[in-house]
C-alpha cells in the first residue's frame, strides 16, 4: 500500500511539472508588431473609417502612419461637406480626407529620400549595373481603405547620365528600362 501511495504521488508531481517544462519563453511568443493585421479600423456612427498603413522600412514614414492612426478627428468635421487632414514631416506628407459623416474616404501619402526595400534596391542594382541612386519618392495612396496607388519614383545616376525609374514595391520595374 505505501509504494502505491508513493507511486501516484510520484506520478501526480510529475505530470504537474511536465507541462511547465514545455512551455516556452513569453518574450518568444510575444507578438511583433510586424505581424499585427494592417487593417486599422475607426468606427464612425454606423460606417467604418479603414486605413491600411504600408509596412515600409523607413522608421520616418511609420511613425507618421501611427501618428495619422492615433489622431483623434473628434466633432472637427461636423458641419462641413469634407473634412482635410494634413500631417508633415521634414521628409514627407500625408493628406487625409474626411467626408460630412466623419469616414475617412481618401488618403494620400509622398515622401522624399526614404529608406527603399531590399526588393527594390536589388531589382535596379541588379538591372541596372554600376549606377547609383541618386534620389527617392515614395507614393501612396489609398481611397476607402483600397490601395490605388503604391509606387518609388527613383532618379539614378551613371556617370552624366540620368535615368528616372518607377518601382512597385516589388522590385518590378514599371517604367524606366
Known amino acids: 500500500m505505501k509504494s502505491i501511495i508513493i507511486a501516484l504521488l510520484f506520478l501526480s508531481l510529475t505530470t504537474a ?16 508588431m510586424e505581424d499585427l493585421p494592417a487593417v486599422v479600423i475607426k468606427s464612425v456612427g454606423k460606417d467604418f473609417s479603414v486605413y491600411l498603413p504600408d509596412k515600409n522600412p523607413d522608421r520616418n514614414v511609420r511613425a507618421l502612419e501611427e501618428k495619422f492612426i492615433s489622431y483623434d478627428l473628434g466633432k472637427d468635421y461636423e458641419g462641413y461637406e469634407s473634412y482635410l487632414v494634413i500631417m508633415e514631416t521634414k521628409n514627407g506628407t ?10 475617412l474616404t ?63 514595391p516589388n522590385g518590378y520595374i514599371v517604367k524606366g528600362k
Open 17 to 32: 511539472a511536465f507541462p511547465q517544462d514545455k512551455e516556452t519563453n513569453l518574450e518568444e511568443k510575444a507578438i511583433k
Open 106 to 168: 481618401h488618403v494620400v501619402e509622398n515622401y522624399q529620400n526614404v529608406k527603399l526595400p531590399s526588393s527594390v534596391i536589388f531589382s535596379i542594382y541588379k538591372t541596372f549595373p554600376g549606377w547609383q541612386i541618386v534620389n527617392d519618392k515614395f507614393l501612396y495612396t489609398q481611397k476607402e481603405g483600397d490601395v490605388l496607388k503604391k509606387e518609388y519614383n527613383i532618379k539614378i545616376k551613371k556617370d552624366k547620365e540620368v535615368r528616372r525609374l518607377v518601382v512597385n
Open 94 to 103: 500625408l493628406s487625409a480626407t474626411y467626408n460630412e459623416n466623419g469616414k
